[in-house]
């Protein structure tokens, strides 16, 4: 029976979600020239809430917990399994506090309202992936900025999204660059549980009623550990909390 619901709020749901990014996107723009950076930010964190909690249209049953855990006055690297494009706004609304920055494929920074608007002048890394080098320096560039204000940068170290939820095998290079430019950031690992049963079906229909969960577990202090150890080990208890194995590479 759920099912139905599913096909029946679906373009509700995305018509929501993509109105929302459209009418954003002027404010947003008007905030930065009118007030400056910390105007646009406000309009960016109640754009992202209000994206978030869209999902009660589909009947989700939301939560955020373990945000207690992350320690003060620390530059922030969070390490986040990656379901779907919803991953983005959990990400936002849940770390506004920290400013949270991103690693983004370049193209994301061209023709998406308010999405690319915000990582251009939100100073995230914006990587050509074809060109290792300038890979390299946006994000060593966005961990330096995270080192000088006690902010945050998000990482999705398995690259793409997983469809099916499982976690995909962890690369080390983004993280270890960002330690590498912020040597006092903690690592804070970030679980993102129920958007893959959500997109079950793909975009039509999303999966009525899911239970979505975002979860942040003990930070892991980096110091003296080999860059591999850290992420294996951000990747293990990520894996326990979702009870899983993870996908060979």
């Known amino acids: 029976m759920k099912q139905i619901p599913g096909y029946l709020l679906t373009p509700v749901f995305h018509c929501y979600f993509w109105l929302l990014l459209i009418l954003f996107h002027p404010v947003q723009v008007g905030a930065r020239i009118l007030s400056g950076d910390r105007a646009r930010k406000k309009v960016v964190d109640f754009l ?107 990482i999705f170290p398995e690259g793409t999204r997983s469809k099916d939820g499982k976690v995909k095998k962890f690369m080390t290079a983004g993280v270890n660059t960002l330690l590498r430019a912020a040597p006092s950031a903690v690592i804070v690992p970030f679980v993102i549980d129920g958007h893959s049963r959500l997109m079950e079906k793909g975009y039509f229909p999303l999966q009525f009623g899911q239970r979505i969960t975002y979860t942040v577990l003990d930070p892991i202090e980096p110091a003296n550990q080999e860059i591999d150890d850290i992420v294996k080990r951000v990747q293990q208890v990520i894996e326990d909390y979702l009870q899983q194995k993870t996908i060979p590479k």
Do not use: T, W
């Open 48 to 154: 992202n809430m209000i994206l978030v909690y869209g999902l009660y249209i589909l009947g989700c049953r939301v939560k955020f917990s373990g945000f207690e855990k992350i320690p003060g006055n620390r530059p922030l690297i969070i390490v986040a399994n990656h379901q779907s494009m919803y991953d983005i706004p959990a990400v936002v609304h849940g770390f506004r506090k920290y400013y949270p920055r991103f690693i983004s494929k370049i193209e994301l920074s061209k023709h998406i309202p308010s999405i690319s608007y915000n990582l251009k002048h939100g100073k995230s890394a914006l990587i050509d992936r074809k060109h290792g080098a300038q890979a390299v320096k946006e994000i060593f560039r966005l961990g330096q900025l995270i080192q000088e204000r006690n902010q945050a940068a998000c």
